[in-house]
């Protein structure tokens, strides 16, 4: 068997070896946080319960509040509601559940080691099993396992026929199916042969055809199409048996008959019929061509796919529709499983995914004699696309062929190849089976040969016997594959087509009627031998068949011969031939010259040119049909068999030549094509590796191939690169390449004489014996080479040793087949492997060679080799691992597992290499990556198989270099970012753990271990000596530490470098480091290695100085806490580092790449020292980083064992606790629960906003950079390199920052399902919950180091604002319990601490306490209670009252009530009575004054509550809720702190509303109140001397005066003690008031409220703060300038209810202050739908006039409102100082209204009986006031008589007169409106009108004369300014407006004459001499009806 098919069997079949690391899975690239296993390590979380999830159900409480609705009280019954009612609703309620033992004094110790237990218990082991991993791309240290080498298949469709139906049925008919591109002009598929006759017409064939083999009975067909298209036809060729007449004669009954005539034409068929059986008989083995068409694939894939509907049947035909086709589609077929579409790619051409298709072709083409060619088949199918087809003028064949197309099935069942083996054995072979037809692709393929397939394929083009001489018309060719020259040669190796046996030894083409020079359209296909000899040849014999059966004329006539060898110098001979044909039959020994040698005597067709065109194409996994590749093959088989001289080609090489000639051979391989080097990829590699592992012998010398051969390695990896880039993971490695050595590559076999049969193959021992019998029978062999890995256990030990842990190399599996699996099992006996071990001396290693070849290498083969670097790393990888597991060495100890010089190598190797990657990062910056991950990679694989400390000294080596360059670089973020990469997958090992060395701890004990393996166990070198070690060390990366464990040290290192906030150019690098040090821990976290507890604290040692890293960039950190409006940052941490935000952006690191100064160097100060360095500004980390940070530490501190952090803690300074502390108070708010709805919002928003744009971008910029943002990060550098450039680039970036939001869209698919809503809400609950416990029991462990050293105290303050902070946030009942059950220990432990240090601390423990009291959760309110309960127990014990948490308890539950908006009180009611139990079952103090106390305070808690549920009813009224909450801030009148947080509350209600006026007056009164009682504390000059000062802001400040009796002194205990009773408190209110009044527009009263404020400051000597003022009081007078005449202030209403309904507000009136510009019918409308909703818009009526209103006539069941419009009424005396419009806006306490009515009660009549009543109306207090509406205290009426009314209205009208025409600028418009009102009238009622009724005669009355007299006055004074008007207007007037100028003079002069005698008479009793006066000045006043309403 020749040598080279043994070498390619051997390959397609032989096992490979996989080296599987036993651990490798748990190396962090197998991180489960960041695969899809998260899922499974959530399974079984409880359910977190979260009161923010509980929706607060509406009907819980509603029943109760119903019958306390019905009983509202009036306000006035008693201060606030009743006592005896509220204290029987809470003596009926019940309590939640006790605390048992809450009140037994239990020692402080047992009680927090109850508490830990409680804590501890059911926790969640693996905290990162709750975070999601960070967002990265696929992260750098995972590396795919390479796609097994399988057989190449394209997208593959199956295609099923049904039935072929003519319109008559008389002969059989064959068809062939096959692809073809037209783009391509390419036949892209073998052939299909297929026929769908009835028995009966394959009957009429019977003599002619041998039995059929059932593999040709095939109906179905799965073809592949690797390049799927638009140009993809399916086409199907009909032929039929062989008769007289030509194609159009033979198929012309086809076209006239129809199916449904043939009762009519019996006779003609039958005739037919006859001629038919006749045919068959005589000329049964020949065919003729007879009719085709063709389907246009993607049309039916793609139209198949967009129908809704399980299947589809599509018609095709020429004649209906344009084009050669009609889809007539209806879905007769039902029930197909429907496929779903995916899509992919170009949609049209995906064939993995339509819909299955069941085609109908009802039209065929007949077949053109003369048009049988490809070259025409192209030209029709091209023509067939187009609309106006030729083809479509043709006369079709009617005819029905059905065919199924659908996607074809994973694994169909009955399968063969296209050598006619089966895909899978199957046990019935009579089923028909499907074929796998072979592919052509139509463009090269690039997969390596993976099984043994050897076809040939012939294709007979054309024939011209146009010159021969004699008869040659019915031409037919016979093919045959001959051995040999006698005709008995011919071999049985040809495939039969349809019906036939499965191989035959001829094949005939079909015959063209009467044509001398015909075409074929025939495929004739040939199974080669495995050997080939000389002899083998093609036999061509072309025949005459005579169609008529005449007397003695044979049936068939030879009429010529020619052939083709199929060897050619020991090539297969393929390709276009163009053959002579001989006349007779030719020679002996013909075969062995190609018929193109003219041989003697033999006679030629046409002078022996060419007349037979034919071509062969071979498919072969044999021959490489490449001479380059053939020539290498060819010499190195030869010096495998020893047989010289060798001939190649032309050339015979003898052995003293060898040498040159295949070092030559060896350079050329470059020259060959590249698809057949990637097809005998594997072959080729391995005789590559074989000649450098065992250099052959030539000539007795023994010659060195490794240079030559490295080099060709070097370039044919290289070249494979750079042309199949498609190919290539995320590190550059081509998966070809990749593949081979998973798989394929293993140590060759270096012994000659080895005990196998073919001597030197590639194989491990025994293999050879199975390949012997492949020469015999190859197609018995299953050589179709799996598919697919099959499934056996990857961990079944190759080996009967156990080798080391780490390193178990298991010798993989392989499927032969595709299914059935062989393992190799290498336990042949070990002696056997012993008697190959160190034989020869010419045997190599070939890691050493390569190690050696590299090292040595230079030039370009050594850039090449650095291009690839990663596959001869992999490569020297995988042959280490194999030379361990052969020579038996994985037990030997590692030191001594590799020779000195073979580590010299690897040394010199790496040491190179990273001078490389530090020496060209910046030029090749994507080969540079590449090769730095290849060296990491390399580097971990060592770390398995090599001695560690070599491999540590390797890494130090690269380490080494790459720092030294970084402190010579100004922008180092490029270099170091490489060097992160380096870390990160060195630290991807899966012994990452056991190589830090966890045991040797620098303190005891030092417990072993269970993860440390034996190699480890051997470096005892460490001491575990305690006392020359401080703890210190372990937390500090200090040199211990760095030099213990080591690559934790690096980790940690670089972390601390990256963070630094003076570290220059490498923020961008904050995300990468910070994701490699969270990836380490979560996969800790998730190792089952370490899940038992006390190993994972030894692997958190390893971590602990990350808590320093982290505390030292708490400044950094991004700032959680401000989404909550809490004080943002805790306050320990010095202001300075936070400010700087608004001041100059310049960072650090732009001010340092100025100055040009270096990174940090590596080392630390021994202690992380908190310098304050103020003013300084951090780039701020983005939230991702940061949570990512405070994650780690979290588990860190999770995990770290308690007594050593608490040692370390108490090494701490108060300072550095502190910051912990901070870094705590973040962690809180960073692990904030957000609350299912906020997920459910998120889902239904598209887009997320990030505030990490900047982040983003930056790191876009500087970090983690791949080759793609190389570009970005260039002109980056350049703006680095100048100084004016790089301030400015980095000042871009800082500006991004504050407001920049991002849109991202949202990558997850948007709607999430209700379940994984739900699913994501558990988890964020878990995390929340375990991260929160975390954080107490850290407080516990600080809180016990306080304890432990009575030192510190000072940072209980901290804890506790922790504490605190996180019972404000969002927190699960089970995280609550042991939080309050902490905060009772610290209370108990220091309980002065509350009392008397942090007060503030206390109000807001109270706070908190009193919200988790109206939880809806029971469990929470009875902790809550029980803590509230015990803080008052502990206060009263300290000094025998408990004023302090009374006086805080009250206050927090004044202001929750106030803001809270979903608060519940009858929650809260449970929990006050629970506290009452607690105090009624308290023995201990049972004696005391404390019961009662408590027993007061829960009453007047309860009250408040009272007052609370009626605000929730009238929570919709404005008005009235603030009423409410006036009168409870008026019952807290001396309760000072009360009262101020009620009038803060109504301000914060009012500023929500935007009633700033009002708001301004809170703040002023509670400004008052605050300066009442500061100036009994404090005497001091500049200080307002209480409300007096403010008289001048508002006149109802007064009522905040401190004069009554009850008024408590401020010094006693807990009163006044809030923050706002101080003087900066009070400068603070009257601020915000300042602030208010301005966004009123009341800039007087922001002058007013700064004159209190200025002696303050003059005072203080605050010059900024005064600057300020002067420049907000400077804006206030401008803005009055400017707004002068724009300024609204507000429109007032009288409203009165009236009606029981109303409860409180029956008979009620009050003045209502509207928004400036309100309509009556606003307000009206508002109460209208306000009230009518309240109490049913039938009840509800609004009173429509303004007349006063009677009670009695109204209906009692109904409700009424009056509401009127009033005006600020002023007496004439105040105008005088109300001169502004701002004047006659502020201060109003009177308000009018006017009332038209005459004595009959008609409300409007003539001018002599109108009479007008005006109402005066005086409210309690002035307006703007703290509440909107204010009652009325006091009414007058004034009653004008119909003369008073004229005198009013007259008066009026001159007014509007005299401003129209002395306004500036004159307004021509309103002077004419008014000038015509009043001249030009001639209405009713006009000033004439007037002056006739009243002036015409002396009234009788003399009571009236002065009446008369005034009128007579007013008209006179109304002529005057008339006058006046008109001359005004004439001036302003065009010409235009002449005419109405002169109209408008002479309705004057006639108004005048007609006033002319009215105006003149004088009334003469008024002119006498002047009388005594006896009658007051008002008489006037008194003279008119007057009526008092008091």
Request: some cysteine.
């Amino acid at each position: 068997m020749d040598p080279h098919v043994r070498d390619c069997v051997r390959s397609y079949t032989e096992d490979w070896a996989i080296v599987n690391r036993k651990y490798h899975k748990l190396g962090t690239g197998f991180n489960p946080n960041t695969l899809d296993k998260q899922k499974e390590r959530q399974k079984g979380l409880p359910k977190q319960v979260f009161e923010s999830d509980e929706a607060p159900d509406g009907n819980s409480y509603h029943d109760e509040q119903d019958d306390l609705k019905r009983r509202s009280m009036s306000i006035d019954d008693t201060p606030r509601g009743s006592w005896a009612c509220s204290i029987f609703d809470l003596k009926n309620s019940l309590p939640d559940a006790l605390l048992p033992n809450l009140l037994d004094r239990t020692p402080n110790e047992e009680i927090d080691h109850h508490n830990e237990d409680q804590r501890k218990s059911n926790r969640h082991k693996e905290l990162f099993a709750l975070h999601p991993a960070p967002d990265e791309e696929e992260p750098i240290e995972r590396l795919s396992i390479p796609e097994v080498p399988k057989e190449h298949f394209g997208q593959r469709l199956l295609v099923k026929c049904l039935s072929l139906k003519f319109e008559i049925e008389i002969e059989p008919i064959f068809a062939s199916l096959a692809l073809y591109d037209v783009k391509e002009k390419k036949k892209i598929s073998e052939n299909f042969y297929f026929d769908l006759n009835s028995e009966q017409m394959k009957g009429m064939l019977r003599p002619h055809v041998p039995p059929a083999a059932i593999s040709t009975l095939a109906r179905s067909a799965i073809f592949s199409i690797t390049y799927p298209s638009q140009d993809v036809f399916l086409v199907i060729k009909l032929e039929k048996v062989l008769q007289q007449g030509d194609i159009g004669e033979c198929a012309e009954p086809y076209m006239i008959f129809k199916e449904s005539d043939a009762a009519k034409n019996k006779e003609k068929l039958e005739k037919l019929k006859c001629q038919a059986e006749q045919f068959c008989q005589r000329l049964g083995k020949y065919r003729m061509p007879f009719a085709w068409t063709a389907i246009h694939l993607m049309n039916i894939v793609s139209s198949a796919g967009s129908l809704e509907r399980d299947s589809t049947e599509v018609e095709v035909g020429t004649g209906e529709r344009k084009g050669s086709w009609s889809e007539r589609r209806n879905s007769s077929i039902v029930g197909r499983r429907s496929l779903e579409r995916t899509t992919s790619g170009d949609e049209a051409c995906n064939l993995t995914s339509f819909r299955p298709a069941t085609l109908t072709v009802t039209n065929f083409f007949k077949q053109e004699g003369d048009r049988l060619s490809d070259e025409d088949l192209y030209k029709f199918l091209a023509d067939m696309r187009r609309p106006s087809s030729v083809l479509r003028r043709l006369r079709p064949i009617t005819a029905q062929l059905k065919i199924d197309i659908s996607p074809a099935p994973e694994n169909p069942h009955y399968c063969l190849t296209p050598e006619l083996l089966q895909v899978k054995l199957y046990p019935d072979s009579r089923v028909r089976p499907t074929r796998e037809i072979l592919e052509f692709p139509a463009r090269d393929v690039y997969v390596p040969n993976t099984t043994y397939r050897n076809l040939l394929y012939v294709y007979p083009q054309s024939l011209n016997f146009a010159n021969r001489q004699g008869s040659a018309r019915n031409i037919t060719v016979k093919v045959q594959f001959m051995y040999g020259e006698d005709p008995s040669n011919a071999m049985p190796v040809i495939f039969g087509k349809s019906s036939c046996p499965e191989f035959s030894k001829e094949a005939y083409t079909a015959v063209v009627y009467h044509n001398r020079s015909p075409d074929f359209h025939e495929e004739i296909k040939i199974k080669l031998p495995a050997t080939l000899t000389d002899h083998h040849h093609l036999l061509f014999t072309f025949y005459h068949v005579s169609c008529q059966q005449k007397q003695n004329t044979p049936l068939e006539t030879p009429v010529g011969y020619t052939w083709i060898p199929m060897l050619q110098n020991g090539r297969l001979k393929t390709g276009q031939f163009c053959l002579p044909v001989s006349l007779e039959k030719p020679p002996q020994a013909y075969s062995v010259l190609s018929p193109e040698v003219p041989l003697p005597g033999m006679k030629w067709v046409d002078n022996h040119k060419g007349v037979f065109n034919v071509e062969v194409v071979a498919v072969s996994s044999l021959h490489t049909q490449d001479p380059y590749l053939d020539k290498f093959f060819a010499l190195v088989h030869a010096l495998d068999e020893h047989m010289f001289p060798v001939r190649i080609g032309d050339m015979r090489i003898m052995e003293n030549n060898l040498e040159n000639e295949l070092k030559s051979s060896i350079s050329a391989l470059n020259s060959s094509q590249l698809e057949p080097v990637v097809r005998f990829l594997h072959l080729l590699l391995d005789k590559l590796i074989l000649l450098v592992v065992r250099p052959p012998v030539i000539a007795g010398q023994i010659v060195n191939l490794g240079q030559a051969s490295f080099e060709a390695m070097a370039s044919i990896i290289n070249r494979l690169h750079k042309n199949l880039d498609g190919n290539q993971d995320q590190h550059g490695r081509n998966s070809l390449l990749a593949s081979y050595i998973y798989y394929v590559f293993r140590l060759p076999n270096t012994y000659p004489n080895s005990p196998s049969p073919g001597p030197g193959g590639l194989g491990g021992s025994v293999h050879y014996a199975t390949m012997a019998r492949s020469a015999v029978r190859p197609a018995s062999l299953n050589l179709n080479r799996s598919r697919s890995l099959s499934n056996s256990n990857p961990d079944i030990s190759g080996t009967p040793t156990s080798p080391d842990d780490e390193v178990r190399s298991i010798i993989g599996s392989k499927a032969t087949d595709r299914s059935c699996n062989r393992m190799s099992s290498h336990t042949e006996t070990s002696s056997f492997l012993q008697t190959l071990t160190g034989r020869l001396p010419t045997k190599k290693l070939f890691h050493e060679e390569l190690a050696l070849q590299w090292v040595v290498c230079s030039g370009s083969v050594r850039e090449a080799a650095l291009q690839q670097a990663w596959f001869f790393f992999e490569l020297m990888v995988k042959s280490m691992v194999h030379h361990l597991y052969f020579a038996d060495k994985l037990d030997a100890s590692r030191k001594n597992r590799f020779p000195e010089r073979f580590m010299d190598d690897v040394t010199a190797l790496v040491s190179t290499i990273a001078g490389d990657i530090v020496s060209r990062f910046q030029k090749d910056t994507e080969m540079v990556e590449r090769l730095n991950t290849s060296l990491a990679f390399f580097l971990n694989d060592l770390l398995s198989i090599m001695d560690r400390g070599f491999v540590f000294v390797l890494i130090k080596t690269c380490y080494k270099q790459v720092s030294s360059k970084l402190y010579s670089l100004t922008n180092p973020s490029n270099l170091a970012s490489l060097r992160l990469d380096f870390l990160r997958i060195i630290c991807s090992h899966e012994h990452y753990v056991t190589l830090n060395l966890p045991c040797s701890l620098l303190t005891p004990p030092a417990s072993p271990s269970p993860s440390v393996s034996s190699a480890t166990s051997q470096s005892s070198g460490f001491s575990t000596n305690v006392q020359d070690q401080k703890i210190a060390n372990m937390f500090e990366l200090s040199v211990p530490f760095r030099q213990q464990h080591y690559l934790a040290g690096l980790v940690l290192t670089e972390l601390a470098v990256i963070l630094d906030p003076d570290a220059e150019g490498l923020f961008g690098l904050h995300k990468k480091v910070i994701n490699m040090v969270h990836n380490l821990l979560s996969s800790h976290d998730s190792d089952p290695r370490y899940a038992d507890p006390q190993v994972k604290a030894r692997v958190a040692m390893l971590y602990l100085p990350l808590i320093g890293v982290i505390m030292e960039t708490v400044p950094q950190l991004y700032d959680f806490t401000e989404s909550h409006n809490q004080r943002g940052r805790p306050s320990c941490v010095t202001a300075d580092d936070y400010e700087g935000e608004s001041g100059s952006m310049i960072s650090q690191t732009v001010a340092m790449a100025i100055a040009g100064t270096s990174v940090p160097q590596l080392t630390r100060p021994s202690s992380f020292l908190l310098t304050s360095s103020s003013g300084r500004q951090h780039s701020t980390f983005s939230t991702e980083s940061s949570r990512s940070l405070l994650i780690c530490l979290l588990w860190v501190l999770k995990n770290a064992d308690e007594s050593v952090l608490q040692k370390w803690f108490t090494d701490l300074s108060v300072l550095q606790l502190n910051r912990l502390l901070d870094l705590l108070y973040l962690c809180v708010s960073c692990f904030e629960y957000k609350g299912k709805k906020v997920f459910e919002r998120m889902n239904s928003l598209t887009f997320k906003k990030s505030k990490d744009m900047r982040a983003k971008l930056e790191e876009a910029i500087l970090g983690s950079i791949g080759a793609r943002q190389e570009m970005v990060r260039r002109s980056r550098g350049q703006l680095e390199r100048s100084p004016s450039g790089s301030a400015f680039g980095s000042q871009e970036n800082l500006r991004w920052r504050k407001d920049m939001t991002h849109w991202r869209q949202n990558t997850e698919k948007l709607d999430k399902s209700r379940a994984e809503i739900e699913h994501e809400a558990l988890i964020d609950g878990n995390l929340a919950t375990e991260a929160n416990l975390i954080i107490l029991d850290t407080l516990e462990i600080v809180v016990q180091t306080v304890s432990v050293t009575e030192s510190k105290e000072s940072i209980l303050g901290g804890v506790l604002k922790v504490l605190l902070h996180s019972m404000a946030c969002n927190q699960s009942a089970l995280y609550l319990q042991h939080c309050f059950a902490t905060q009772r220990a610290l209370v108990s432990k220091f309980p002065e601490l509350l009392f008397e240090e942090e007060t503030e601390q206390c109000a807001d423990l109270c706070l908190r306490l009193l919200r988790h009291c109206s939880s809806s959760i029971s469990t929470i309110r009875s902790h809550a209670s029980a803590s509230l309960y015990l803080l008052m127990r502990q206060n009263f014990e300290i000094g025998n009252n408990f004023a302090r948490v009374k006086m805080q308890v009250t206050m927090s539950l004044s202001s929750l009530v106030g803001t809270s908006q979903n608060f519940n009180e009858e929650f809260l009611r449970r929990s006050l009575k629970t506290i009452l139990t607690y105090a009624e079952e308290d023995l201990e103090l049972r004696e005391t004054t404390f019961p009662d106390q408590v027993q007061d305070l829960v009453f007047n808690l309860h009250m408040i509550l009272s007052d609370t549920v009626k605000m929730k009813e009238h929570q919709e009224d404005p008005e009235m809720l603030i009423d409410l909450m006036y009168r409870i801030a008026k019952g807290y009148q001396n309760s000072p702190d009360l009262r101020l947080t009620w009038l803060q509350n109504m301000a914060g209600k009012h500023s929500e509303r935007s009633n700033h006026a009002e708001s301004a007056q809170c703040l002023v009164h509670s400004a008052a109140l605050v300066a009442e009682y500061l100036s009994m504390l404090e005497d001091r000059k500049y200080l307002p001397v209480g409300c007096v000062t403010f008289q001048n802001i508002s006149s109802n400040v007064l009522e905040e005066s401190a004069v009554s009796d009850d008024v408590v002194s401020p010094d006693e205990e807990g009163i006044c003690s809030g923050k706002y009773f101080t003087e900066a408190g009070l400068v603070g209110l009257l601020e915000q008031a300042a602030a208010s009044f301005s966004m009123a527009g009341m800039y007087e009263a922001v002058n007013e409220v700064y004159k209190v404020l200025i002696p303050i400051h003059e005072a203080n000597r605050d010059a900024k703060k005064l600057s300020t003022i002067h420049g907000k009081l400077q804006e206030a007078f401008s803005k009055i300038v400017h707004q002068d005449g724009k300024r609204m202030f507000g429109t007032y209403f009288r409203v009165g209810f009236y009606g029981t309904k109303f409860g409180d507000l029956d008979e009620q009136e009050f003045v209502y202050k509207e928004p400036a510009i309100t309509k009556l019918a606003e307000i009206s409308h508002r109460l209208e739908g306000f009230y009518g909703e309240r109490f049913g818009e039938d009840v509800l009526e609004v009173i429509k006039d303004s007349n006063p209103v009677d009670k009695c006539k109204l209906d009692p069941n109904k409700a009424y409102i009056q509401i009127t419009y009033v005006e600020p009424y002023f007496d004439t005396y105040e105008m005088k100082d109300r001169i502004t419009y701002f004047d006659k806006n502020y201060n109003l306490r009177r308000f009018m209204y006017c009332t038209p009515f005459t004595l009959d009660g008609r409300a409007h009549g003539e001018l002599h009986e109108q009479f007008k009543r005006k109402t005066i109306l005086t409210t309690s207090h002035a307006f703007p006031y703290i509440k909107t509406r204010i009652n009325v205290i006091h009414k007058e009426e004034i009653i004008l008589t119909p003369i008073e009314v004229a005198i009013e209205d007259m008066q009026k009208k001159t007014q509007e007169l005299a401003f129209a025409t002395h306004q500036d600028p004159a307004d021509p418009k309103m002077l004419q409106m008014v000038l015509q009102g009043s001249v030009g009238t001639t209405v009713n009622q006009g000033p004439l009108e007037v002056a006739q009724v009243f002036l015409s005669e002396i009234p009788n009355d003399p009571k009236l004369f002065r009446h008369h007299n005034k009128l007579r006055l007013c008209f006179k004074d109304f002529t005057k300014r008339c006058e006046d008007a008109l001359r005004k207007n004439k001036s302003l007037i065009g010409p235009d407006q002449k005419e109405y100028q002169r109209e408008l003079e002479r309705n004057y002069h006639r108004l005048k004459e007609a006033l002319q005698p009215l105006i003149n008479r004088k009334i003469p009793q008024l002119y006498k001499a002047v009388l005594p006066v006896t009658c007051h000045r008002d008489s006037f006043s008194r003279m008119s009806l007057r009526k008092m309403d008091i």
